[in-house]
């Protein structure tokens, strides 16, 4: 027996692909608005992270 059949027994199981997808789009619009809005010094800041040489004195 295929997977597939095992799904089709389960009662309401085409609501998962349409919660799933509604999860992922909030999700994606989320991070896309956070990134439009974020304050673009803190950007500069983060990104220049990986680059920077540690500094023991700076806290």
């Given at each position: 027996m295929?997977f597939i059949?095992?799904?089709?027994?389960i009662a309401?199981?085409?609501?998962?692909?349409?919660?799933s997808l509604?999860?992922?789009?909030?999700?994606?619009?989320?991070v896309?608005?956070?990134?439009?809005?974020a304050?673009?010094?803190?950007i500069?800041?983060a990104?220049?992270i990986?680059?920077e040489?540690?500094n023991?004195?700076?806290?």
């Open positions: 295929k059949n095992y799904l089709e027994t309401g199981v085409s609501i998962y692909p349409l919660v509604i999860m992922f789009f909030v999700f994606f619009a989320a896309a608005f956070y990134v439009i809005k304050d673009k010094k803190y500069d800041r990104k220049n990986p680059l040489l540690p023991p004195s700076q806290d």
